[in-house]
């Protein structure tokens, strides 16, 4: 399995700059500042990368998921219309993919080398097709992987993505966003799986809704890009963040960027983001 400390190139929609072109703008200075050049994606509908690209197993597959989510389903506006269809986008790219019938986004994906973890709204959405032990297999052979963990849906995020909630330090161990903490059942079920939990915390008098943002940063195995949000947290985002990745902070490529008009629509700069092994 391709983890993000495997990747080696960044991708974004064309539709980052459209938007939200100061945002962009640091985004991409940050990149420049550390030798990076992110490339564009073409034939995008919205700037949420990570959702409707396929996910790269192997150097040599890409699976690509049957991206049709929920919170997309409709026809008001701002729904269907708003819908990428990834094959369009990789054949823009060359890219060949290997299809698979699962309804799944990529920011419910969040993966080591052997073990992915996803929320349980993936059973949901797939609850016609396959059976809880049908999917495990099916999730276990397409990732190439021993262990899938289920973590409980917070169903105050509409998107039911895992991203915002863990991700992974090293194989063993698993960064999880202070707010699941006292969640017994996603604990339990992390720890079970044999995965050690560390946790973010942030000592101020009043904590910053958003604050959820700083999990959802953007690795490579070059840098750790990570969200700003003009608060007292993010100091102690970074510190923490520094201390967990130590050989990202070692050398110096732990940078952190301001994107509030972003993060204020539910996502930071893992979900804005398509990285792959080139």
Not at 62 to 79: C, I, M, W
Not at 171 to 196: A, C, H, P, Q
């Given at each position: ?34 030798g ?129 909630m ?39 008098k ?7 943002a700083?999990?959802n ?19 102690q ?42």
């Amino acid at each position: 399995m391709i983890t993000d400390i495997g990747t080696n190139t960044i991708y974004f929609s064309e539709k980052l700059e459209e938007m939200f072109p100061e945002t962009a703008n640091r985004i991409l200075g940050s990149l420049k500042l550390l030798g990076i050049e992110p490339k564009l994606l073409d034939c995008t509908k919205d700037i949420w990368a990570r959702d409707y690209m396929p996910i790269q197993v192997s150097s040599d597959k890409f699976v690509e998921f049957r991206y049709d989510p929920d919170y997309l389903q409709g026809t008001d506006k701002g729904r269907r219309n708003l819908k990428t269809y990834p094959d369009m986008v990789c054949n823009k790219l060359g890219l060949n993919t290997e299809k698979s019938d699962l309804i799944l986004d990529g920011g419910n994906v969040v993966k080591s080398s052997d073990c992915i973890i996803l929320t349980d709204k993936v059973l949901k959405e797939n609850r016609h097709t396959y059976t809880k032990p049908e999917l495990i297999s099916t999730l276990q052979k397409t990732f190439e992987v021993d262990k899938v963990v289920l973590i409980p849906w917070d169903t105050l995020e509409l998107y039911g993505h895992a991203d915002g909630m863990v991700r992974f330090i090293d194989n063993e161990t698993v960064l999880v966003n202070k707010l699941y903490e006292k969640d017994t059942v996603l604990v339990y079920r992390l720890e079970s799986s044999g995965l050690k939990c560390k946790y973010l915390n942030y000592k101020v008098k009043k904590q910053n809704k958003n604050n959820w943002a700083y999990i959802n940063f953007l690795q490579t195995k070059d840098l750790i890009l990570l969200p700003k949000l003009g608060t007292d947290e993010d100091e102690q985002a970074l510190k923490q963040i520094s201390d967990f990745y130590s050989d990202y902070a070692d050398k110096n490529r732990i940078v952190q960027v301001e994107m509030n008009d972003i993060i204020a629509l539910g996502g930071a700069l893992n979900c804005i983001s398509w990285t792959i092994k080139a």
